[in-house]
């Protein structure tokens, strides 16, 4: 069975452009979150979809952060414009009941 | 709101030894999940095991064990017989009730290396 598909897996871009990531859920789970990854702040979940309806975005840092479930297959994570502290690593997740299942994430680096 | 706390920044353990892995938790909520998930050096996060706030015995997946103990609010993982393939990053996640229902809280790890 396919996991969580994230693209690219590696995203290397200059300050000041759009990015945007995708992730594939898992066939059949109904919950999928967005977290980023950094050495200064671990691990933190930015957005949460159930349903493909947005459920918590609180973690989402600023308006230049945008992301869309448009159906049960597919999302997106969009920064405009980039700036070199977005760089990190960011993971898509997706879950039936409790337990989450991470994508291979995509390495951001904004130069 | 949650909170994980991992003391431990670095473990070390012989192969084919246990080791414990700390974790302690703070929540309001009466009904939680905890989670360890392990991130090797290649960057994945897999899921390793799963604990719900009103499961009455402790959680075991082959050589994980999670030490649930709801007093204490700790939730420790227990790998035993180490293997190499162990050494990792280990992340010990909350997700709560209410309307955070499905949203992780994750602590900031422990780095496990087995010595062979």
């Known amino acids: 069975d396919a996991g969580v598909i994230q693209s690219p897996r590696h995203e290397v871009t200059e300050m000041g452009q759009e990015v945007t990531l995708r992730c594939k859920p898992i066939?059949?789970?109904?919950?999928l979150f967005w977290y980023r990854q950094t050495m200064m702040r671990g691990l933190e979940l930015l957005i949460y979809?159930?349903?493909?309806?947005?459920?918590?975005d609180s973690g989402m840092p600023e308006d230049r952060f945008s992301a869309k479930m448009p159906n049960a297959s597919f999302s997106t994570l969009k920064i405009q414009p980039s700036e070199p502290r977005d760089s990190a690593v960011y993971f898509c997740?997706?879950?039936?009941?409790?337990?989450?299942?991470f994508g291979p994430g995509t390495r951001l680096t904004v130069t | 709101a949650q909170k994980i706390t991992q003391t431990q920044p670095g473990m070390f353990v012989q192969e084919k030894e246990a080791v414990t892995l700390d974790c302690t938790y703070d929540?309001?909520?009466?009904?939680?999940?905890l989670f360890w998930y392990k991130q090797p050096s290649s960057g994945e996060m897999i899921f390793l095991i799963y604990?719900?706030?009103?499961?009455?015995q402790n959680a075991t997946e082959g050589r994980y064990s999670l030490n649930f103990q709801k007093a204490r609010k700790s939730a420790n993982l227990v790998i035993s017989a180490s293997q190499l393939g162990d050494s990792a990053m280990y992340f010990c996640?909350?997700?709560?009730?209410?309307?955070?229902?499905?949203?992780?809280?994750f602590g900031q790890g422990t780095i496990l290396t087995v010595h062979p």
């Open positions: 997740a997706s879950s039936l009941i409790y337990e989450q299942y």
């Open positions: 066939s059949g789970h109904n919950s």
């Open positions: 979809f159930n349903n493909n309806v947005p459920i918590d």
């Open positions: 929540t309001s909520d009466p009904s939680y999940g």
């Open positions: 604990q719900g706030s009103y499961d009455q």
């Open positions: 996640a909350i997700n709560a009730g209410g309307t955070s229902y499905g949203k992780l809280t």
